[in-house]
T-cell receptor, first 116, second 114 residues
Framework: GAVVSQHPSRVICKSGTSVKIECRSL??????MFWYRQFPKQSLMLMAT?????????EQGVEKDKFLINHASLTLSTLTVTSAHPEDSSFYIC????????????FGSGTQLSVL | EDQVTQSPEALRLQEGESSSLNCSYT??????LFWYRQDPGKGPEFLFT???AGEEKEKERLKATLTKKESFLHITAPKPEDSATYLC???????????????FGQGTILTVHP
């Protein structure tokens, strides 16, 4: 079945540094990918929609300059958390939408970000 | 605005004790309702997509049903390995920027004791 790979699975960084998270669709092309954020014992909150070859669309309240999204190819989207602070610590998850339909929307395994 | 509410927040069952999880939703138009399973520290694992009222889907001990206002995930004779958080999400009608965009409920944490 279709797989979405997310890397790294866990990252610890110092406050003020930037962290890049990768999301790859391994066996299908994804014109659209989505980035979610999840706090402990809470559900997934959509942060932004990543569109191949164009600018990302951010949800209300999400800082564009803090969370940089690049979708340079049909199989790769990256999320960069810039100048990270402890409040950015969270579980980040991507999902990919195949061209052919929404019967299944596939999720990556998630990235646990801890900012010290 | 699309809304999804799941109940109960947490459910403890004994092994073999069947039960149901509820997902109530409001959406201007429904393209699909999704059920996912999420284990701690992992991404959601796809279970089912339901598209229209009256539809049912089954997978092993799980059965999902859909009405115009809610969906149920029935768990028959659960085992400890069924312990996880179960998430419900809706996908609205319409293409463009809403395509693939899910609104999630807060989830039900299921614990099955041996």
């Amino acid at each position: 079945g279709a797989v979405v790979s997310q890397h790294p699975s866990r990252v610890i960084c110092k406050s003020g540094t930037s962290v890049k998270i990768e999301c790859r669709s391994l066996d299908f092309q994804a014109t659209t990918m989505f980035w979610y954020r999840q706090f402990p014992k809470q559900s997934l909150m959509l942060m932004a929609t990543s569109n191949e070859g164009s600018k990302a669309t951010y949800e209300q309240g999400v800082e564009k300059d803090k969370f940089l999204i690049n979708h340079a190819s049909l199989t790769l989207s990256t999320l960069t958390v810039t100048s990270a602070h402890p409040e950015d610590s969270s579980f980040y998850i991507c999902s990919a939408s195949p061209r052919t339909g929404v019967e299944k929307l596939f999720f990556g395994s998630g990235t646990q970000l801890s900012v010290l | 605005e699309d809304q999804v509410t799941q109940s109960p927040e947490a459910l403890r069952l004994q092994e073999g004790e069947s039960s149901s999880l509820n997902c109530s939703y409001t959406v201007s138009g429904l393209r699909g309702l999704f059920w996912y399973r999420q284990d701690p520290g992992k991404g959601p694992e796809f279970l089912f997509t339901l598209y229209s009222a009256g539809e049912e889907k089954e997978k092993e001990r799980l059965k999902a049903t859909l009405t115009k206002k809610e969906s149920f995930l029935h768990i028959t004779a659960p085992k400890p390995e069924d312990s996880a958080t179960y998430l419900c999400a809706v996908h609205p009608l319409g293409g463009g920027t809403s395509y693939g965009k899910l609104t999630f409920g807060q989830g039900t944490i299921l614990t099955v004791h041996p």
